[in-house]
T-cell receptor
Framework: DADVTQTPRNRITKTGKRIMLECSQT?????MYWYRQDPGLGLRLIYY???????NKGEISDGYSVSRQAQAKFSLSLESAIPNQTALYFC??????????????FGPGTRLTVL | LAKTTQPISMDSYEGQEVNITCSHNNIATNDYITWYQQFPSQGPRFIIQ???TKVTNEVASLFIPADRKSSTLSLPRVSLSDTAVYYC???????????????FGTGTRLTIIP
């Protein structure tokens, strides 16, 4: 089974609708992240969380909110979806930097289309 | 955050060694250099990380000169399956309670030609 899972994998919604993307991980990591990727562009950080009680904005948090329900779950919400939020969304996790590696583990992505 | 610059795209033939260079002129003392690989419609995958000189693993080598203002990812004897986007990231490795914002730029799109 995949260590980082995202649901749904694909979603088409309409402008103004509320939508939630969910991420679950079995790696036991404290840190979780949400990114979006637009065609031909790199990933941009939306929100990140270092533990259940910690939520931080990334570079493009406007229009998004998150909830860290448990160590293993981190949800991203679009309160009122708009077409320019059409993108590929990735969830990622990382352990505390106990070693020399600061590796992030990514989920398979959710392709969101807002009409 | 240290900004990185890498070529937008590269082509190479199968069996060749490929070197992708990344510039990071304002790298900080505590910053590490990390490379990720991304296949279409998949999340990025960690390849290698280093601080100085040379690091080698089963997938790639990373060369970092003494001034650390650039780094080179080396992929030996590439195959078609190495066609992907490669991202160079620079950021502080250790920060238990601080920011850990690794910025993914646009990356280098590597295409392997048969």
């Amino acid at each position: 089974d995949a260590d980082v899972t995202q649901t749904p994998r694909n979603r088409i919604t309409k402008t103004g609708k509320r939508i939630m993307l969910e991420c679950s991980q079995t790696k036991g990591h404290d840190r979780m992240y949400w990114y979006r990727q637009d065609p031909g562009l790199g990933l941009r950080l939306i929100y990140y969380s270092f533990d259940v009680k910690d939520i931080n904005k990334g570079e493009i948090s406007d229009g998004y909110s998150v909830s860290r329900q448990a160590q293993a779950k981190f949800s991203l919400s679009l309160e009122s979806a708009i077409p320019n939020q059409t993108a590929l969304y990735f969830c990622a996790t990382s352990d505390r930097p106990r070693t020399s590696y600061n590796e992030q583990f990514f989920g398979p992505g959710t392709r969101l289309t807002v009409l | 955050l240290a900004k990185t610059t890498q070529p937008i795209s590269m082509d190479s033939y199968e069996g060749q060694e490929v070197n992708i260079t990344c510039s990071h002129n304002n790298i900080a003392t505590n910053d590490y250099i990390t490379w990720y690989q991304q296949f279409p419609s998949q999340g990025p995958r960690f390849i290698i990380q280093g601080y100085k000189t040379k690091v080698t693993n089963e997938v790639a080598s990373l060369f970092i000169p003494a001034d650390r203002k650039s780094s080179t990812l080396s992929l030996p004897r590439v195959s078609l399956s190495d066609t992907a986007v490669y991202y160079c990231l620079v950021g502080d490795r250790i920060s238990n309670f601080g920011n850990e914002k690794l910025t993914f730029g646009t990356g280098t799109r590597l295409t392997i030609i048969p």
